[in-house]
Nanobody, 124 residues
Framework: QVQLVESGGGLVQDGDSLRLSCTAS????????MGWFRQAPGKEREFVAS???????NTADSVKGRFTISRDSAENTLYLQMNSLKPADTAVYYC??????????????????WGHGTQVTVSS
């Protein structure tokens, strides 16, 4: 059974940093694209960042320069380093894995495995 489990969320202040982790089990995703999405209350789930199996990345304009996606394929773990957090970043953050290898896009339909999410709350 494939599982993606996010961790590292929490309550922080405006300007603080957090590092999210996503650990995969049940299969390896070292040759797959992976990504982070987020969903704020009352809003649709939105793309945050992606990384393909070669290590190329794509980051949403709203977080560019503040968030960095990375992966440790040996540990089957995905990371999201979030710096200079803002209240607008408050959301549930989801880890996702694709069956594709080079995909870097933002389409939810191209991510086939999802975690249950971790809450990030940024207070002003």
């Amino acid at each position: 059974q494939v599982q993606l489990v996010e961790s590292g969320g929490g309550l922080v202040q405006d300007g603080d940093s957090l590092r999210l982790s996503c650990t995969a089990s049940g299969r390896t995703f070292s040759k797959n694209a992976m990504g982070w999405f987020r969903q704020a209350p009352g809003k649709e789930r939105e793309f945050v960042a992606s990384i393909n199996w070669l290590g190329a990345t794509n980051t949403a304009d709203s977080v560019k320069g503040r968030f960095t996606i990375s992966r440790d394929s040996a540990e089957n773990t995905l990371y999201l380093q979030m710096n200079s957090l803002k209240p607008a970043d408050t959301a549930v953050y989801y880890c996702a894995a694709s069956r594709l290898d080079l995909y870097l896009g933002s389409s939810l339909q191209n991510y086939h495995y999802w975690g249950h999410g971790t809450q990030v709350t940024v207070s002003s």
